[in-house]
């Protein structure tokens, strides 16, 4: 304010330092604005790693299906690809893809890709399709802010922003090129969920709607909507539990279930399980008991005489559940309610899949999770979130009630299947952004209060006990802010360690492609494997157009993607018996197995092998599962024949089934004449650390085909059956 | 219920008053051999009624749940991974026993993850205290000694969690 006086001939009266003093509202705002477009960029930037250090491509398994699926829709319109029946996957059978497929993710990729085109920005759909999931993780962060805000104050609702921009949890599976559902759906998740705490807030008519209509995009993009309509049944059962019930909640509630129910049964894979699943029927039943409730609210009212109304009650509640729960009896026992799936049930009951269904229990990602991928992927936020918990219970209200609930019911669910992690980022962030915010506050109040004690003690110089109780005071206030700056400055670290973390653990762990495989050579410079990409061109460019090509099912989604073949199955795993029978074909013998390859006119067989390189994902180490899943279907084989003493071995040891089956064949034909490692004999296998035990093999019925340069995709002829004589 | 001794003349005379009108066999012979000479309490039953529990209450309870999801129970009940791992030692060939499961990120032992559960559960414990120290309505003893308490469980607990995440994981941030 001085600087006016101080040069005026610099200084225009237009332009003075005094316009540029905002007033505190709009420096607010100012600053508000400015952090969300920075965590805003900081979300979309963190994730592009595996852009940066290989090529924008697509990473994974699951990701081809969608880009070849987001392929077709662009190039041959909505119909076909709604109507879609593809005859170059799971042959002979063929799958309906179009109502198989959850559409959200692919149509709206495909709307990106349609605007970007209309503004004359001509890029290839691969490009859309890589960038898509850190796009929405952006979104994702919006919408954090604005559920923080609902919950708590604006300042939680920055601190979530910038928390889930940088989570691993959540960056792990919106890494740029993860073109998967979980892209799309975790933003579906957070918006309905908003949508829903404000319009129960509210009671307005046009929230309800508005989260009516982000639940069926959820349903268009993910099989995890299941969680949306079960936890807000419960949430709604809670509420009703506490004694919240109130015309917001029930206009909330009634409007989201039924528009919603009738919105998600326009996609065709999910079809009329809303009225027939069992996953469902909890929904169904929290509806019928709000109005119940309704409705002996209004015979209260109309009654205006308690002791009738209470034996009234009494026989309506009694009734209520009695015939609910007799519908439920006919409908389970009639069939017409289908019991939960065992994708499903294991959640509720872990042990299930283990005993039960291997296909299951063979996924890396449904393992059970240990301490360290919780740390891993929250690193700070698991001392945040008890705290959290903590200061929602002081404040309770309708909106921390829901949030307390979601953290704790994906918090357990996460311990059962590490992959739901993902599901409990958002619960996480929101409630330890409570705690920052409420921490934060309560330190600078502390820092704030006490410079005004001294201001009033000054000018009220009457009365000396005042001034020595006000003394006293002033002893302690230098000591408490000290503290209070301490503690600050102890929170501001805390939260630059996490940001290095997630900067640590995104650079290290979750931008690897895993279709390029890199390794360190021996001079520490990076060796990047590309024998996926290398083996699926030769498949597109060296075999005749209406080749079949049998492989693990791991790998059918890219050869179909890339190498434009049929397979006979992919991830989609669909169909038990028709893996059964590759797993089969994989652990026979080469005959048996040649029976079965030209039962399912197989033309070519593809292995992956680590042996050469050390890559312990190969088929070898996947082989148990094979014997695993065929064994469930053909009791012919039988697990303990391929083990020497329960242990697996491919050494001299092995047993003599292993060494002749035909994947052992297949990964290992020529194996014997080769030098992997100095010093080692020839025939080392670097992923197992032993020499293998049958060198001299001889294929009878199959032909090599193509190695890759580092024999990791090895790709077989199946020659035509003999003349016979 | 212990028979009470009472004149049954009472008893009787109202019993002849009720079989006049009762033609059931059954009820005649409940009513003279038994009732004669016991006569049933007036016992005033009621519903349990069931009061929510406070807060705070819930908020413990849910603290214990969260201590055994986040030290990887479940992983526990159904990998069961023995308590403690043990290595052979190759030159004196004794039995070492090793804390922390190596090589994998998801993997663990029992006790790796209940101690590892206990110093997050610590550190959450430490903020609620800081938070109970900024209160206005205690001594100012209570309040030093609610503050001290947790920044010492915040600064414990985040040392022990980074020294275990180093151990289990060889090249952590490097």
Request: proline letters at 4%; aromatic letters at 14%; one cysteine or more.
């Amino acid at each position: 304010m001085g600087a006016k006086k101080a040069s005026p001939d610099l200084l225009n009266s237009s332009f003075s330092f005094k316009s540029l003093k905002l007033k505190t509202k709009q420096q607010e705002l100012l600053l508000r604005v400015s952090i969300l477009g920075l965590v805003y960029v900081l979300a979309f930037i963190a994730r592009l790693f595996s852009v940066l250090r290989y090529e924008s491509m697509i990473h994974e398994f699951d990701p081809y299906f969608n880009y070849r699926t987001t392929l077709f829709l662009t190039e041959k319109g909505f119909y076909e690809f709604w109507n879609w029946f593809d005859s170059e996957s799971w042959y002979p059978l063929g799958r309906i893809i179009g109502g198989t497929l959850y559409p959200g993710l692919m149509v709206t990729a495909a709307l990106i890709y349609w605007t970007l085109r209309f503004l004359r920005f001509f890029v290839h759909i691969r490009e859309v399709c890589v960038l898509t999931a850190p796009f929405f993780a952006s979104n994702t962060t919006i919408v954090a802010y604005f559920f923080g805000k609902e919950i708590w104050d604006t300042g939680a609702g920055l601190v979530a922003a910038a928390l889930i921009a940088i989570c691993p949890g959540y960056i792990s599976r919106s890494v740029a090129g993860s073109y998967d559902n979980e892209a799309v759906a975790i933003f579906a998740l957070l918006l309905t969920f908003y949508l829903f705490v404000k319009a129960v807030k509210t009671g307005s008519l046009s929230w309800a709607l508005g989260s009516a209509f982000g639940y069926f995009y959820m349903v268009s993009a993910w099989g995890g909507y299941v969680f949306i309509i079960n936890l807000v049944p419960l949430y709604v059962l809670v509420l009703l539990i506490t004694g919240r019930y109130s015309m917001r909640l029930y206009v909330a509630y009634n409007c989201m279930y039924i528009l919603g129910m009738l919105l998600a049964m326009q996609i065709r894979f999910v079809g009329f399980q809303h009225v027939q699943s069992g996953e469902h029927m909890g929904a169904m039943g929290v509806f019928l008991l709000m109005q119940v409730f309704y409705f002996l609210d209004w015979v209260k009212y109309q009654l205006n005489d308690t002791k009738l109304f209470q034996t009234f009650l009494r026989i309506t509640v009694t009734s209520a559940i009695l015939v609910g729960g007799i519908a439920l009896g006919v409908g389970t026992a009639s069939g017409y309610i289908s019991p939960w799936t065992g994708r499903f049930y294991s959640l509720l009951d872990p042990t299930y899949a283990k005993d039960h269904i291997p296909i299951i229990a063979s996924v890396s990602e449904h393992q059970p999770t240990a301490w360290s991928s919780f740390m891993f992927d929250y690193h700070i936020l698991l001392f945040l979130f008890p705290a959290g918990l903590y200061f929602c219970f002081k404040r309770l209200s309708d909106a921390t009630i829901f949030i307390v609930m979601y953290g704790l019911t994906s918090l357990y669910f996460a311990g059962v299947m590490v992959r739901l992690i993902l599901v409990a980022t958002p619960a996480v962030c929101l409630i330890s952004a409570i705690a920052v915010s409420a921490t934060v506050k309560n330190l600078t109040s502390l820092l704030r209060t006490k410079q005004k004690v001294p201001q009033t003690g000054s000018t009220k110089g009457v009365g000396s006990s005042k001034s020595s109780s006000k003394v006293t005071l002033d002893q302690s206030q230098p000591f408490q802010k000290n503290g209070a700056i301490a503690l600050l400055v102890g929170v501001f670290y805390l939260l630059s360690r996490y940001a290095i973390h997630c900067t640590w653990v995104t650079s290290e762990a979750y931008s690897s492609p895993s279709i390029v495989l890199a390794a360190r050579g021996a001079h520490g410079n990076r060796i990047i494997f590309d024998d996926y990409r290398e083996a699926y061109y030769w498949l597109r460019q060296n075999t005749p157009t209406d080749a079949k090509v049998m492989s693990w099912w791991d790998y059918g989604y890219q050869i179909t993607a890339m190498g434009n073949r049929t397979v006979i199955v992919d991830n989609n795993t669909w169909n038990n018996t028709h893996i059964a029978t590759v797993g089969r074909a994989m652990s026979s013998y080469e005959d048996e197995a040649y029976d079965i390859m030209r039962s399912l006119d197989v033309n070519y067989v593809l292995v992956v092998f680590g042996g050469v390189t050390g890559y312990s994902s190969d088929d070898i180490n996947k082989f148990l599962w094979m014997v695993r899943i065929g064994g469930g279907v053909y009791p012919v084989i039988k697990e303990p024949d391929y083990l020497v003493n329960g242990e697996f071995r491919v050494d001299k040891g092995a047993s003599p089934k292993m060494l002749n089956c035909l994947m052992y064949k297949l990964c290992y034909y020529r194996f014997g004449e080769l030098v992997t490692e100095y010093g080692k004999p020839t025939g080392y296998d670097r992923a197992r650390g032993v020499e293998i035990g049958n060198k001299d093999i001889k294929l009878e019925h199959l032909e090599e085909a193509y190695t890759t340069s580092n024999w990791i995709v090895r790709i077989y002829r199946v020659k035509p059956p003999t003349n016979r004589l | 219920m212990a028979p009470r001794t009472d004149s049954t003349s009472t008893g009787s005379a109202m019993s002849e008053t009720s079989v006049e009108s009762s033609i059931d066999p059954l009820f005649h012979i409940l009513r003279t051999i038994p009732f004669s000479f016991l006569r049933p309490p007036r016992l005033r039953l009621k519903l349990p009624s069931f009061t929510l529990p406070s807060p705070m209450t819930v908020f413990s309870l849910i603290l214990l749940t969260y201590f055994l999801v986040i030290s990887g129970f479940i992983y526990d009940v159904i990998v069961e991974p023995p308590g403690i791992g043990s290595t052979q030692d190759p030159v004196t060939g004794a039995i070492r026993p090793v804390v922390f499961m190596s090589g994998r990120v998801n993997g663990q032992y029992i006790i790796e993850g209940l101690s590892s559960g206990f110093m997050f559960v610590m550190g959450g414990v430490g903020i609620i205290m800081l938070d109970l120290a900024l209160d206005k309505n205690r001594a100012k003893s209570v309040k030093a000694s609610y503050a001290t308490a947790g920044v010492s469980s915040i600064v414990i607990g985040y040392v022990m969690s980074m020294l275990f995440i180093r151990i289990k994981i060889p090249g952590y941030l490097h």
